[in-house]
């Protein structure tokens, strides 16, 4: 059984040596009278929030997920298929996507809302690790929730092309809100306007003074702001944020391998706009995933929706994949193929 460990915690960018792979041996049986389940993990989840989980555990940072253990497997969403199961609720040959190990095989002891069955089988099951997983959760939750958008609005997106951000472009523009997205490169500013619409998108690596590029993009100010990266983009969107604007903060991505946080968010331009910033994490929402999964797979079938992955293949690049998002090396969602069945 493959596995990619965690060899101790990190400060500063995590790199392919902190995830050494393993092997060790695995039971492709469950013993009588446990309810624990083996799965065969198909896909796995590249997810930033991971690097968080690379720390050592600090009391004043509340852990939505708990810091990995040195020397052990790290976990994250996947994608998998039950081999054996002792739980009722799970047979031979079901599908997954939930909580697993990084490794080719895992045992789980399923948790209601945080490991779900694969009904809708006619999509690539990658998508289970991305539109129609925790990513999809996120971008829907954060979006329609977070933000209470309505038509005509001017929403902006950072880190637009990634997993999350591509979908609440959509989502915006499917609300006739006025969409603009910033990204690192300019093949991923092409993909915002090209194939998912967005009405504007800019290089935030090319732009010397982002104040005057969101400034060229919404001479008007922004109503919502969906933030992905966090730090100096905050401070320049708060600049241009409409009175009773909305912030959604999602992510922070530009902050996750920094020892002292960049930015100092206009806190009076907060006041006098009556801005609302709301952190929020898709987990809390994830009681709502059958109405997430219910509103987005029609728009998926009816090709309304669209959704680009970056496919990493075989367990032993899953570290290179996942330490490529802190430098923008993914096009799209990324993800990692253990096994294709
Ligand atoms: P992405 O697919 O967008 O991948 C990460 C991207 O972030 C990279 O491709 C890169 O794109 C960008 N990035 C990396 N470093 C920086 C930096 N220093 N400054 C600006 N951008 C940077 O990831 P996700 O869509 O999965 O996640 C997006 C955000 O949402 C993250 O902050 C993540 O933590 C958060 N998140 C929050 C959840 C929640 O429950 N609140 C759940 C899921 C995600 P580029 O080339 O454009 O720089």
């Given at each position: 059984n493959k596995q990619v460990l965690f060899r101790d915690y990190v400060t500063g960018f995590p790199s392919e040596s902190d995830l050494p792979i393993t092997s060790t041996t695995v039971s492709l049986k469950i013993p009588a009278g446990s309810t624990t389940v083996l799965v065969k993990n198909l896909y796995l989840s590249c997810d930033p929030y991971m690097r968080n989980r690379?720390?050592?555990?600090?009391?004043?940072i509340p852990a939505t997920a708990q810091s990995f253990i040195p020397g052990k497997p790290i976990s994250g969403f996947g994608v998998s298929k039950v081999m054996?199961?002792?739980?009722?609720d799970y047979k031979e040959g079901d599908l997954i996507w939930g909580a697993v190990g990084w490794e080719e095989y895992s045992v789980i002891t399923p948790i209601p809302n945080l490991h779900f069955k694969i009904?809708?089988?006619?999509?690539?099951?990658?998508?289970?690790?991305?539109l129609l997983g925790m990513p999809g959760m996120t971008a829907y939750a954060g979006f329609?929730?977070?933000?209470s958008p309505k038509k005509g609005e001017t929403v902006f997106v950072s880190a637009a092309s990634g997993a999350v951000g591509q979908l609440v472009g959509q989502f915006a523009k499917m609300m006739g809100c006025f969409v603009v997205g910033s990204a690192g490169t300019k093949d991923k500013v092409d993909l915002l306007k090209?194939?998912?619409?967005?009405?504007d998108a800019f290089n935030y690596k090319q732009e010397k003074d982002l104040n005057a590029a969101l400034k060229r993009c919404f001479p008007e100010g922004i109503d919502i702001y969906f933030d992905n990266v966090g730090g100096k983009m905050v401070d320049a969107v708060i600049l241009n944020m409409r009175p009773h604007g909305r912030i959604?903060?999602?992510?922070?991505i530009s902050q996750y391998n920094l020892q002292i946080p960049e930015g100092v968010y206009g806190l009076s331009l907060i006041t006098y706009k009556r801005i609302r910033i709301q952190g929020f994490n898709a987990i809390d929402y994830f009681h709502k995933y059958s109405e997430f999964a219910e509103f987005v797979v029609p728009y998926i079938r009816q090709g309304k929706i669209t959704y680009v992955e970056d496919v990493a293949d075989g367990l032993e690049t899953a570290p290179s994949a996942l330490v490529g998002l802190f430098h923008g090396k993914n096009v799209g969602k990324q993800l990692v193929v253990v096994s294709r069945d």
């Open positions: 690379m720390r050592k555990p600090d009391p004043l054996d199961s002792g739980h009722q009904h809708h089988k006619d999509f690539p099951l990658s998508y289970y690790t991305g329609y929730e977070i933000c090209n194939k998912f619409g967005f009405d959604a903060a999602c992510g922070m």
